[in-house]
């Protein structure tokens, strides 16, 4: 899928997050993220970009800084510059182009139940987006893959939906996910795979 502009909106009237991505190629994919599932998938796509996405994978250590044993506080710090690049570098004024010639998912967005998160070195992560419904005869969804950049400016773009959500996202008084919401990460041959319990 190569992307040309991804929108994320909080839509009061649904209470909900539409995520809409259109291509190159005129096709657009629209998906609605709730609340359980946002809960679940903020903190875990802001810990994968810290532990995948703060130290370059050709970084070269000059023999005083240990990059194997960095701690998470500095890798936070570095990934923060990163995401600040990113940020700065990104287009955030050009108006989102909903005139999709084709929806290969169908006209109705999909209703996010399952997020896998695949990073890949330091570089790009995968997302595969599930849709799997008892009361639909079929499940539905689709992968994208983000360069570092993007998925950069996909959070910022979420963490601002949130806002207007205000679901109050880090509180003590956000509930846990129930287990109706599934969010996992998939990791690269050799990486630690965390486990996240809904």
Same mark, same amino acid.
């Given at each position: 899928?190569? &992307?040309?502009?991804?929108?994320?909106?909080?839509?009061?009237?649904?209470?909900?997050?539409? %995520?809409? &991505?259109? #291509?190159?190629?005129?096709?657009?994919? @629209?998906?609605?993220?709730?609340?359980?599932?946002?809960?679940?998938?903020? +903190?875990?796509?802001?810990?994968? %970009?810290?532990?995948?996405?703060? &130290? +370059?994978?050709?970084? /070269?250590?000059?023999?005083?800084?240990?990059?194997?044993?960095?701690? #998470?506080? #500095?890798?936070?710090?570095?990934? =923060?510059? /990163?995401?600040?690049?990113?940020?700065?570098?990104? =287009?955030?004024?050009?108006?989102?182009?909903?005139?999709?010639?084709?929806?290969?998912?169908?006209?109705?967005?999909?209703?996010?139940?399952?997020?896998?998160?695949?990073?890949?070195?330091?570089? /790009?992560?995968?997302?595969?987006? /599930?849709?799997?419904?008892?009361?639909?005869?079929?499940?539905?969804?689709? @992968?994208?893959?983000?360069?570092?950049?993007?998925?950069?400016?996909?959070? @910022?773009?979420?963490?601002?939906?949130?806002?207007?959500?205000?679901?109050? &996202?880090?509180?003590?008084?956000?509930?846990?996910?129930?287990?109706? %919401?599934? %969010? =996992?990460?998939?990791?690269?041959? =050799?990486?630690?795979?965390? #486990?996240?319990?809904?």
């Amino acid at each position: 899928m190569d &992307i040309r502009q991804i929108s994320v909106r909080y839509h009061q009237e649904h209470d909900r997050i539409l %995520v809409n &991505i259109n #291509t190159s190629a005129g096709e657009e994919v @629209q998906m609605w993220l709730t609340r359980r599932m946002s809960l679940g998938l903020w +903190p875990l796509i802001n810990r994968v %970009v810290v532990d995948h996405f703060a &130290i +370059p994978a050709d970084a /070269k250590t000059d023999g005083f800084v240990n990059l194997a044993a960095m701690d #998470t506080q #500095t890798k936070a710090v570095l990934a =923060d510059f /990163k995401r600040q690049q990113a940020v700065q570098n990104a =287009d955030f004024e050009t108006p989102y182009r909903a005139e999709a010639a084709h929806r290969p998912l169908g006209e109705q967005p999909l209703l996010i139940t399952e997020v896998n998160l695949t990073p890949w070195g330091s570089a /790009k992560m995968q997302f595969h987006f /599930k849709e799997l419904l008892e009361s639909a005869s079929s499940a539905r969804g689709f @992968q994208m893959d983000l360069p570092c950049e993007l998925v950069f400016a996909f959070i @910022q773009l979420l963490g601002h939906a949130l806002e207007q959500a205000q679901w109050q &996202i880090g509180s003590s008084n956000t509930p846990a996910p129930s287990n109706e %919401v599934v %969010v =996992d990460i998939d990791f690269a041959p =050799d990486a630690t795979r965390p #486990t996240y319990l809904n």
